[in-house]
């Protein structure tokens, strides 16, 4: 099995705040660190991974931002990529009164899946860097790009939309480009799939559901599975029946008391969950909730040492 770095895409998806963006950055900082030209793309307006890394965002999506020297980050806007290409049919619309017109809501009507497939075509572009007949080599072009996909259900969307999509051509260069965005997800040697999760009903819920969709849809498995904001198991048995012994007279005592067995039970809990995924036969990879008011770089940098760790690319894994 081709080794998940050492592919050309890697899709990161999840339930909603579970942790896409930030394993996305951390596996970005450690594709670079191991020498990959790496990008990250975000889908939407907006980028977040520059700011996690203290640097400003540009005022525009699809600008790419260079972060390091072997990382940068831009992102996929879906309504602007359809609005690009239906401009570059031939309109002197500008894509900004495109975007506001009845014509591009009626085309979103239209044509299912065409926005996310003209984004997937976009991110293709961006994986491709080998010679190809007709096209010269493009010599900045990246080693590696990591998908921080929207929550699952739009992620989905995203990877099943070459079938989705029959609308808007079936011949032509978008016609062939859909048949290329599916050869690339559904290749184990050039795609991976990564879902974060956490350890709580819903998202464990939500993971197994995306499991099964990949199956159907691509015939695809699960890379790996992030058990994101894993929280640590302070207490043993015994430590506990030492802890509820411990006299509770004091107010202090007992707020203390209450604190510790909290956190164990929500530590049990979230274990019982985990547990779950890892019943499925799932490559299941803890990060630990880091306890620090915003992450930064340094933060991101260690969830990407964990990451390394756990994919097993260094000996002490
Ligand atoms: N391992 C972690 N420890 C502590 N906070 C985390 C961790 N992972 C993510 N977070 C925080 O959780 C919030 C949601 O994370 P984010 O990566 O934006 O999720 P998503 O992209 O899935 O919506 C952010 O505030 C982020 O800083
Ligand atoms: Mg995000």
Redesign the pocket.
């Known amino acids: 099995m081709t080794p998940l770095l050492q592919r050309k895409l890697i899709v990161v998806t ?12 951390a596996l970005g900082l450690l594709a670079a660190r191991r020498g990959l030209r790496t990008l990250v793309v975000e889908v939407g307006e907006r980028q ?1 991974i520059p700011a ?1 890394l203290d640097i400003p965002e540009p005022s525009q999506a699809g600008i790419e931002v260079s972060l390091s020297d072997s990382l940068s980050s831009m992102s996929i806007d879906p309504d602007r990529a359809l609005a690009d290409w239906l401009r570059a049919l031939g309109g002197r619309v500008s894509s900004r009164v495109l975007l506001s017109s009845a014509t591009f809501q009626y085309f979103v009507a239209a044509a299912p899946g065409a926005r996310e497939v003209l984004s997937m075509v976009k991110v293709l572009e961006l994986t491709e860097n080998e010679d190809k007949p007709g096209r010269k080599r493009n010599r900045d072009a990246y080693d590696l790009v990591i998908l ?1 996909a929207p ?1 699952t259900g739009h992620a989905l969307a995203l990877l099943s939309s070459p079938r989705t999509f029959t609308g808007l051509a079936r011949v032509g260069p978008i016609a062939a480009q859909t048949r290329l965005v599916s050869d690339l997800l559904e290749d184990p040697e050039r795609s991976g799939y990564v879902a ?1 999760a956490q350890g709580s009903e819903m998202a464990v819920a939500e993971t197994l559901e995306l499991r099964d969709r990949l199956r159907e849809e691509l015939d695809r498995e699960l890379d790996v599975v992030i058990a ?3 929280l640590p198991r302070r207490f043993d048995e015994h430590e506990l029946s030492k802890v509820a012994k411990l006299g509770a007279e004091h107010p202090a005592t007992r707020s203390a008391i209450a604190a510790a067995n909290a956190v164990h039970v929500r530590a049990r809990m979230q274990n019982n969950q985990i547990a779950r995924l890892r019943r499925q036969q799932l490559h299941v990879l803890r ?6 008011p ?2 930064d770089a340094t ?1 991101l940098q260690s ?1 990407a040492s964990r990451l390394e760790r756990g994919l097993g690319l260094t000996e002490s894994a």
């Open positions: 999840g339930k909603g705040g579970v942790g896409k963006t930030t394993i996305s950055g977040h996690l921080d929550a974060v994101n904001g894993a990060v630990p909730f880091l306890f620090m915003g992450l933060a969830i």
